[in-house]
């Protein structure tokens, strides 16, 4: 008998990343760094490795509470580190365009971590909810930490708003125009790493960056304008995560493939009646 008391936390824990995710990700479309999400989070994960291997720490010990906090200072400084070199990177004249950068950095830091981890015991089940996660067995704890930092980012990012849709709109009239843009750049990529890091310890890698990506494309289709497509991603993504977290319950199926499946199918449906709407309005 199917409980909405036992999804609860697991959706609230994806309504959070659905919230601040569809915002980013309209960033990160209009800014064509398509793959900075998986980015950024290779790069938390790689950090939080780091901090296991070297401290000794096992998959079991990073779970719990007392031992979490060296994972997770060392994935917010490498995440720090890398925020400051896409920031500078994205300011230079160079003819390696921004997107192949991220996407190396990606690579890289995905074959660290593997290694990393490799050394450790427990790393296959690290990889394995690195990418998929286990947004099912969310705790509240972890959804009370996800609230805090996406509270808090998302307040930062409502106070200044102007300058981050400024820099994303129109990045060389803005460079032109604001004081120390590439502090502002980087204060984007540090806070978007910032919700990463927790995301992805509960969702895992591929389903937060199917949040990033697939509600703002879907949106395009539909609507203009920054605050229609917040609350068309927003009803995508929430939609996907409560009829995926009921189908992988019925099923007994991974919840993160379901609800990955369900926005993709979402955006296939958008696109075929955006394609029937544009034929019928141009004959």
């Given at each position: ?10 959706l609230v824990a994806c309504v ?47 779970s719990g509470e007392s031992h ?93 708003r102007k300058k981050f849709t ?118």
């Amino acid at each position: 008998m199917f409980s909405i008391g036992f999804i609860l936390a697991p959706l609230v824990a994806c309504v959070l990343i659905v919230a601040v995710n569809v915002y980013f990700g309209i960033h990160v479309i209009k800014r064509e760094i398509i793959f900075i999400d998986i980015a950024l989070a290779s790069i938390a994960a790689l950090g939080s490795a780091v901090g296991m291997v070297l401290f000794h720490i096992q998959h079991d010990d990073h779970s719990g509470e007392s031992h979490g906090i060296l994972p997770y200072l060392f994935s917010v400084a490498f995440i720090s580190l890398a925020s400051a070199a896409f920031s500078m990177l994205k300011h230079k004249k160079i003819s390696i365009p921004l997107e192949a950068i991220i996407g190396i950095s990606y690579a890289v830091a995905t074959t660290l971590t593997v290694i990393f981890l490799d050394k450790g015991a427990g790393g296959d089940v690290h990889v394995h909810d690195m990418l998929v996660g286990s947004v099912l067995w969310v705790s509240w704890s972890q959804v009370l930490r996800l609230a805090l930092i996406v509270l808090l980012v998302g307040t930062f990012h409502i106070v200044f708003r102007k300058k981050f849709t400024r820099m994303t709109d129109n990045f060389q009239e803005a460079c032109n125009e604001l004081k120390s843009p590439r502090v502002w750049d980087f204060l984007f990529y540090l806070s978007f790493g910032l919700v990463v890091v927790e995301a992805v310890n509960i969702s895992g890698i591929l389903t937060v960056f199917a949040f990033l990506i697939i509600p703002a494309s879907l949106t395009a289709f539909i609507t203009r304008g920054w605050i229609p497509k917040l609350l068309v991603g927003w009803s995508a993504g929430i939609l996907a995560s409560f009829f995926g977290l009921v189908f992988s319950l019925k099923l007994d199926v991974p919840s993160a493939p379901v609800i990955i499946v369900l926005l993709g199918v979402m955006l296939i449906l958008v696109f075929i009646w955006y394609k029937m709407s544009h034929a019928r309005n141009s004959q």
